[in-house]
């Protein structure tokens, strides 16, 4: 019988990741590629929630000469196409799944309700997360921390392009350092962009462990929850991973 280290999860995906070698809007086929992932962690009976980033649709910190809020509010927008596109996956995969916004548009998804989402992944369905935290000013990095935290999820699972947490872009610098596992501590004194600051600051407050990982090999997640050796680990204090 298989084991797994962790049993509730909250998994994030980049917009980016969505759009596989288009760059900019969705890739049917890594859709299904992350659909058939999440079906055969679904299958082991593993509770999951979803929060995805809109940035294949919209980058707000790179639009010019618009308001800030404004800029953010059309990347919440984006994120509940991108969890609208994640819904209609899964459920081709035969994956029960809800759609919870943090800004009220009853009409295609649920407001976002703690209680709720905790009894849908109780009942195991899968939970998707839109709109960030409702807020301008905060990443859907921070909302994945936030959300987490509330659900009393074991850990983030940081589904990214890149597979692992490096020195420096691994893309612009060949000699770049990859770590196996790093402090939330290192993070924040050395600024590393894998994930937003004050995510790191409330995972570490509230010590919930990272791991990040490539989201191109579908096996990452499997192994991640075996507690398996991939990507990097992020925790408050690496001498106890």
């Known amino acids: 019988m298989e ?3 962790y049993k509730r ?3 994030k995906i980049s917009g980016e990741a969505l759009a596989g070698d288009k760059h900019s809007g969705l890739n049917q086929s890594v859709l299904v590629g992350i659909s058939q992932m999440i079906k ?3 299958d082991k009976g593993i509770e999951m929630a979803i929060v995805v980033g809109g940035g294949n649709f919209w980058r707000g910190r790179t639009s010019q000469g618009m ?8 990347g919440m927008l984006a994120t509940v196409m991108n969890s609208l ?3 209609d996956a899964f459920e081709a995969q035969g994956i029960p799944t809800r759609v919870q916004s943090a800004i009220d548009m009853s009409r295609i998804a649920e407001p976002y309700i703690r209680g709720r989402a905790i009894r849908h992944l109780e009942k195991k369905r899968v939970v998707i997360f839109g709109c960030g935290t409702g807020n ?3 990443s859907t990095d921070t909302a994945a921390a936030l959300r987490a935290a509330e659900i009393d999820a074991e850990a983030i699972l940081l589904a990214k392009k890149i597979d692992a947490v490096y020195d420096s872009d691994p893309e612009k610098n060949p000699d770049a350092k990859k770590y196996k596992q790093i402090s939330f501590g290192e993070i924040l004194n050395k600024q ?3 994930m937003d600051l004050t995510a790191a600051s409330l995972c570490m407050d509230n ?8 989201i191109k090999n579908p096996q990452n997640v499997m192994s991640v929850l075996k507690g398996e050796n991939v990507g990097t680990v992020i925790k408050r204090n690496i001498e106890t991973i």
């Open 9 to 11: 999860v909250l998994i």
């Open 136 to 138: 301008p000013f905060f």
């Open 3 to 5: 084991e797994f280290k």
């Open 67 to 74: 308001d800030r809020t404004t800029a953010d509010h059309i």
């Open 40 to 42: 055969e962690v679904y």
């Open 207 to 214: 010590d919930i462990p990272v791991i990040v990982f490539g």
């Open 85 to 87: 596109a994640l819904k």
């Open 192 to 194: 590393l962009g894998v």
